[in-house]
T-cell receptor, first 115, second 113 residues
Framework: AQSVTQLGSHVSVSEGALVLLRCNYS??????LFWYVQYPNQGLQLLLK??????LVKGINGFEAEFKKSETSFHLTKPSAHMSDAAEYFC?????????????FGQGTRLTINP | GAVVSQHPSWVICKSGTSVKIECRSL??????MFWYRQFPKQSLMLMAT?????????EQGVEKDKFLINHASLTLSTLTVTSAHPEDSSFYIC?????????FGEGSWLTVV
């Protein structure tokens, strides 16, 4: 079964600084990988996804992630943090169980932006 | 992107009563929807997979008789928490699959008093 590990349950950066949220996965098949963002008391919003093709994926709000098969990683980055980026971020990998696609989530990383 | 809507966003019910939460895919048809539960400051826990026109598939440890799921149409799945107890209080989130991507609703806060 697939699994996801997010390194760091809490990341704090200064406004304008680089954001790096780490995600490693394990998968027995070529993975579909996702990053979602969750603002307080809200559902999850898709930031970006990797399925096939280009390994550098650009998403909304200036975020991007790079699929590195050799490192089994899918780290999320943003060159310059904004206060509005403060939220919980979840990395997820698709798992196929009995022909059905399910998402396996990491534990989440809470991003705090310091003024 | 695709839009998934949940209703209600917030609900309070008395212990022992039942409460229904709706999940709708607004601009696409979804043969598969998912229901999650999320405890404060934790990740999402998949409760069940809802399949249009057939019975839901529940994850291990989830009580089928307590969390009734119905996927009556290609745009609507409902979760009914029966005989609710305070420990059922939680944030419930649904999602729907479109192609190879899963889109999430806004979530529903359930408080059982």
């Amino acid at each position: 079964a697939q699994s996801v590990t997010q390194l760091g349950s809490h990341v704090s950066v200064s406004e304008g600084a680089l954001v790096l949220l780490r995600c490693n996965y394990s998968s027995s098949v070529p993975p579909y990988l996702f990053w979602y963002v969750q603002y307080p008391n809200q559902g999850l919003q898709l930031l970006l996804k990797y399925t096939t093709g280009a390994t550098l994926v650009k998403g909304i709000n200036g975020f991007e992630a790079e699929f590195k098969k050799s490192e089994t990683s899918f780290h999320l980055t943003k060159p310059s943090a904004h206060m509005s980026d403060a939220a919980e971020y979840f990395c997820a990998v698709s798992d196929w169980v009995e022909g059905a696609q399910k998402l396996v989530f990491g534990q989440g990383t809470r991003l705090t932006i310091n003024p | 992107g695709a839009v998934v809507s949940q209703h209600p966003s917030w609900v309070i019910c008395k212990s022992g009563t039942s409460v229904k939460i709706e999940c709708r895919s607004l601009d696409f048809q979804a043969t598969t929807m998912f229901w999650y539960r999320q405890f404060p400051k934790q990740s999402l826990m998949l409760m069940a997979t809802s399949n249009e026109g057939s019975k839901a598939t529940y994850e291990q440890g989830v009580e089928k008789d307590k969390f009734l799921i119905n996927h009556a149409s290609l745009t609507l799945s409902t979760l009914t928490v029966t005989s609710a107890h305070p420990e059922d209080s939680s944030f419930y989130i649904c999602s729907a699959r479109l192609g190879n991507t899963i889109y999430f609703g806004e979530g529903s806060w359930l408080t059982v008093v």
